[in-house]
């Protein structure tokens, strides 16, 4: 089992930047599929970037050559940098692992970003 602990959430103004952190703990890390995912009130939970195992990375059209997803294996942690914030960033992100060997899956608390000025 893993347990996931998002933070770096905040209030940004347009055109700013934001970090968040995904901490885990329980099973190994690098076992894990890692992504982040964002819901906005209204909207459906959507992929906005994601790691595998292996390390290679995927963004949403909206989000590419803005975001940028990372791990730290050793700390156990995935970022998410965000840069050029626009208010239809504005949203709930969640952190999730997924393990395809097993099928299981597991999500974080989430964490509020807020765009606005």
């Known amino acids: 089992q893993v347990q996931l602990v998002e933070s770096g959430g905040g209030l940004v103004h347009p055109g700013g930047s934001l970090t968040l952190s995904c901490a885990a703990s329980?099973?190994?890390?690098?076992?894990?599929?890692m992504g982040w995912y964002r819901q906005a009130p209204g909207n459906q939970r959507e992929l906005v970037a994601s790691?595998?195992?292996?390390?290679?990375?995927n963004y949403a059209d909206s989000v590419k050559g803005r975001f940028t997803i990372s791990r730290d294996i050793a700390k156990r942690t995935v970022y998410l940098q965000m840069n050029s914030l626009k208010p239809e960033d504005a949203a709930v992100y969640y952190c999730?692992?997924?393990?395809?060997?097993?099928?299981?899956?597991?999500w974080g608390q989430g964490t509020q970003v807020t765009v606005s000025s």
């Open positions: 999730r692992a997924f393990k395809a060997l097993t099928g299981f899956m597991y």
């Open positions: 329980g099973d190994i890390f690098s076992r894990y599929h």
């Open positions: 790691i595998t195992a292996s390390g290679s990375t």
